[in-house]
């Protein structure tokens, strides 16, 4: 089964899942935007998670997630909460997916849905820096984390 089909499938599972996850985290703004707000938000992202692995191109994220990051700078969230949603949204992804995927399958399924949202984070870190110190950043360099 193509993994996009596989997901779209379980949906309603993965926003439920993600959504519990996101309400136990306590994230201030979150909390303060409403259990319906959180849902929409989840489901964009899910979504757009959707949108990369049908196209097997990234722009469909780093696009939505350049958004995303203006607005929730804007709104006064700290990177960390909302990194924290997509961490919850690619936590009960692999979930899923470890536990029904065919085994053959699983490298390819937990490879897309990693870059995905890896690069939404790597995207989303950037803009923050970006949006915080008015400086242009190509991406985060972590050179030395491994000297």
Known sequence: MQ????LKNRSDEIISESLRNISRAHLHHYEESGILEMQNRLIALFDHTLACVRCRQLTPMTD??????EERFREGFDLSE????INVLEETMWKVVVNEI???NLAEALGLITTILGIAKDTLACRYV?????ARVRTLNMKELFV
Not at 3 to 6: A, N, R, S, T
């Open 3 to 6: 993994l996009e089909i596989f």
């Open 64 to 69: 939505y997630v350049e958004q995303v990051a």
């Open 82 to 85: 909302v990194q924290t949603a």
């Open 102 to 104: 065919p085994k053959e």
């Open 130 to 134: 970006e949006l915080a110190t008015h």
